[in-house]
């Protein structure tokens, strides 16, 4: 049965998506060498940083969420969702960062979006 909280739900995964991408993104701009000082560390990257911050903030909104949704969705077809995640992140990944998906990765997605249809009674 569809509820309002399936919303949430939906809206809890993709945002810790987006917080998984951001911290992607804060990865690939870090420069750290060796014998800096944490003081240099942190001037020189400043932008990485707020990436990692911003994505902890992705992190806290996808968790209000989730425990909103939680209040009226079972917990056991809650948690089939977050298998969404493994779709949303690899594409992600391949549309941005140029990363290569696995050879099965398609019909991975059949089975993911079956699983979570079947569980959730849609």
């Not at 994505?55 to 809650?78: D, E, I, M």
Request: charged share 5%; proline share 5%.
């Amino acid at each position: 049965m569809f509820s309002i909280n399936y919303i949430f739900i939906i809206f809890a995964v993709a945002v810790i998506a987006i917080g998984q991408i951001t911290f992607k993104f804060a990865a690939q701009s870090l420069r750290i060498l060796p014998s800096q000082s944490l003081l240099t560390l942190l001037r020189d990257n400043a932008w990485p940083f707020s990436l990692v911050a911003l994505a902890l903030f992705f992190y806290l909104l996808s968790t209000l969420a989730w425990v909103h949704a939680l209040r009226t969705v079972p917990l056991s077809v809650a948690f089939m969702f977050n298998s969404l995640a493994f779709v949303i992140v690899p594409v992600a990944g391949f549309l941005l960062f140029g990363e290569q998906v696995p050879r099965f990765f398609l019909p991975g997605i059949a089975l993911i979006v079956t699983g979570i249809v079947l569980v959730s009674g849609w």
